[in-house]
């Protein structure tokens, strides 16, 4: 079955020929367009675009399903690569907390936070685990997303940890887009075990049997102070790689916490947060192939320094962006107004945030292949706007819905005109 695409005001993050590349430095400002443009797309994949201008036609209008994009943009689906999207309940209680003055580490030292939503978790069966995850699935893919990454990580113990992997490979199994799954078991310790007993249970029973069920793509540690150190976190993906479990972190969000140096040692696929960086770690980025990946929403919602993105890309570094979507420290996947943020407080231009959105973030999930551009050959997972009167308005319309539709493998999986 053949679909088209017709009246779009512009294809944006279109590749030719060009190999999948990272983008970095002034490239991440850069990205090819066709003006008044169509799409063609079969089984899925985009097998071919140009202008309404040169449009070659139909052989046969029966057999093609019409897509009219009445003037929007195309742009390739969001490649959310690092989300929590997987928890139980929420934590309004302790942004209050945090209002009136308790900062999130105190919040974490009281027992809150991640262990808080670790206890709903051991408390809530994987069914009910998993409508509740699929409802911020579903809402994440009506506002754009394509590709997501999902981490583990509020188990803190070998039944639940599995228990959400589970959840995940669930969404993986039950939903379109490309999903991919990471063991963060190191996320904090939990209560009434010592630190080093739990890190053996992780590299002894965790690891091994999450290897065995093959529940997981990577392995990520919280690195950070009051979580787990340079040397643990060595230790911990150390174990995950002998199981070809590669590595992502979460380094630098609290701290210099050492967390970019490890990720760099280890060629972490990628070091994730970064709001402390200094230019002695930029230059260690630069030199390596650990892509780093900024979350902006967690530092407008916990009210942090902002990581240095500006000082990166003039270092020729790549940056994907993602949401970070967690009860704790950002409740929302909302790729759209991570993008503004990127805008408004890294100062990144409204086409260096979309690239780190798309192509960066596919890169990030090891997607580039199949995901991040629209060029002939990947998946037909699109955004088609509404009738907004620029690019630049998407980052501009702070909080505000651009998305007409939704395609995912070629199909249309949402349309704010039918069911919204
Ligand atoms: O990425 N930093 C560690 N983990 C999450 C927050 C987890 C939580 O507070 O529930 C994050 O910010
Ligand atoms: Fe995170």
Not at 139 to 165: C, F, H, P, Q, W
Not at 275 to 283: A, G, L, Y
Request: some cysteine; overall charge negative; glycine content about 8%.
């Amino acid at each position: 079955m053949k679909t088209i695409i017709k009246n779009i005001k512009e294809i944006i993050g279109v590749s030719l020929n060009e190999k999948n590349e990272l983008k970095k430095g002034k490239k991440l400002n850069e990205t090819s367009i066709i003006q008044n443009g169509w799409i063609t797309i079969e089984d899925g994949l985009i097998v071919d675009f140009g202008t309404m201008h040169d449009w070659p036609g139909l052989d046969n209008w029966n057999t093609t399903t019409i897509i009219d994009a009445d003037n929007g943009y195309v742009l390739p689906s969001w490649c959310d690569s690092h989300t929590h999207l997987v928890f139980s309940g929420s934590r309004e209680n302790e942004f209050v907390d945090r209002i009136n003055g308790l900062s999130y580490e105190e919040i974490a030292h009281n027992g809150g936070g991640i262990l808080n939503s670790a206890q709903l978790l051991s408390q809530t069966s994987e069914d009910d685990l998993y409508n509740q995850s699929k409802v911020r699935v579903e809402e994440v893919i009506r506002m754009g997303t394509g590709a997501l990454e999902i981490k583990s990580g509020y188990g803190l113990n070998i039944n639940d940890e599995i228990k959400m992997l589970h959840v995940i490979q669930k969404i993986k199994n039950n939903y379109p887009i490309e999903i991919k799954s990471t063991f963060l078991g190191a996320h904090a310790v939990p209560k009434q075990i010592s630190k080093s007993k739990y890190i053996s249970i992780i590299i002894n029973e965790m690891i091994p049997e999450i290897a065995k069920q093959k529940i997981a793509d990577y392995i990520d540690v919280f690195c950070d102070t009051g979580f787990f150190t340079p040397k643990e976190t060595e230790k911990i993906l150390e174990a995950g790689l002998k199981y070809n479990l590669k590595p992502k972190i979460h380094a630098n969000e609290l701290d210099f916490s050492g967390g970019i140096e490890v990720g760099v040692k280890m060629n972490a696929v990628s070091v994730d947060h970064l709001e402390c960086t200094s230019e002695k770690q930029i230059d260690l980025l630069k030199n390596s192939n650990t892509i780093p990946t900024l979350l902006p929403g967690t530092a407008f919602f916990l009210g942090l320094e902002y990581p240095p993105a500006k000082k990166m890309i003039q270092s020729n570094l790549p940056i994907a962006l993602a949401s970070d979507y967690n009860p704790g420290s950002c409740p929302s996947g909302n790729m759209a107004f991570m993008i503004s943020l990127a805008c408004i407080k890294m100062k990144m231009n409204p086409i260096e945030a979309i690239n780190a959105a798309t192509i960066n973030g596919a890169h990030a999930m090891e997607l580039e292949n199949q995901l991040g551009s629209i060029k002939r050959g990947k998946k037909a997972n699109l955004i088609i706007t509404k009738n907004i009167p620029s690019i630049n308005f998407i980052p501009y319309c702070i909080g505000r819905n651009i998305v007409n539709k939704v395609i995912i493998n070629g199909k249309v999986y949402y349309d704010s005109e039918t069911n919204y």
